[in-house]
């Protein structure tokens, strides 16, 4: 089944213990964008992935880093997370940029 | 700047009312996609429409897409309860270089609750 993963589905944490997000995809896509939702402010685009090896900042980048060493994977790390990264996060995929996005379940955190 | 404005921001409405929800912006865009997100899970892909004044329709839902290529409609007729969640519009503009597409650009969604 094609699909996009992301685990864990919720965390709570505390500020500043280091936390990744994982995010893998099944169906060859060549992008690959984390988001997170926040009530009022919509789906807001952290970062995005061209290809392995091309990562790229979107709208929110600040507190958070990615990596892409392999096509089918894209972690999202909170170095340092704080209270204000609390929210709802998407990972999403499609072939190429601009294209259909097929989205994971969402990963609710809780920074405490 | 929200380059793509929703409207209504909510709406509640009676099981069997007709209902349209706006997508509007002052950018063209080369395609423009509707996601409907239910609680507790992500966003999936209704509909992409790419030519001015391209009408689509899936079952009960109706999407437009206006003839400049700014805007988008969707019309719901006869709603059910299940067609509740969050509907989100999504744009995509083509470069300037290569005529690549860019990153999609999502509205901040209009959520559509259908009472029994």
């Known amino acids: 089944e094609a699909q996009v993963t992301q685990n864990p589905r919720y965390l709570i944490t505390v500020t500043g213990k280091k936390l990744t997000v994982t995010c893998s995809q099944n169906?060859?896509?060549?992008?690959m964008s984390w988001y997170r939702q926040d009530p009022g402010l919509g789906l807001r685009q952290i970062y995005y992935?061209?290809?392995?090896?091309?990562?790229d900042k979107g709208d929110v980048p600040e507190g958070y880093k990615v990596s892409r060493k392999e096509k089918r994977n894209f972690p999202l790390i909170l170095e340092s997370p704080s209270p204000n990264q609390t929210s709802l996060y998407f990972c999403?995929?499609?072939?190429?940029?601009?294209?259909?996005?097929?989205f994971g379940p969402g990963t609710r955190l809780l920074v405490l | 700047t929200q380059l793509l404005e929703q409207s209504p921001q909510f709406l509640s409405i009676q099981e069997g009312e007709n209902l349209t929800v706006y997508c509007n912006s002052s950018s063209v865009f080369s395609s423009l996609q509707w996601y409907r997100q239910e609680p507790g899970e992500g966003p999936v892909l209704l509909v992409t429409?790419?030519?001015?004044?391209e009408v689509k329709k899936l079952k009960r839902l109706t999407f437009q897409f206006g003839d400049a290529r700014k805007d988008s409609s969707l019309h719901i007729t006869a709603a059910q309860p299940g067609d509740t969640g969050l509907y989100l519009c999504a744009g995509s503009r083509r470069l300037n270089y290569g005529g690549s597409q860019g990153n999609l650009i999502f509205g901040k969604g209009t959520k559509l609750s259908v009472k029994p």
């Open positions: 169906m060859n896509h060549e992008y």
């Open positions: 429409v790419v030519t001015g004044g």
């Open positions: 992935s061209m290809n392995v090896e091309v990562t």
């Open positions: 999403a995929s499609s072939l190429l940029q601009g294209e259909t996005q097929y």
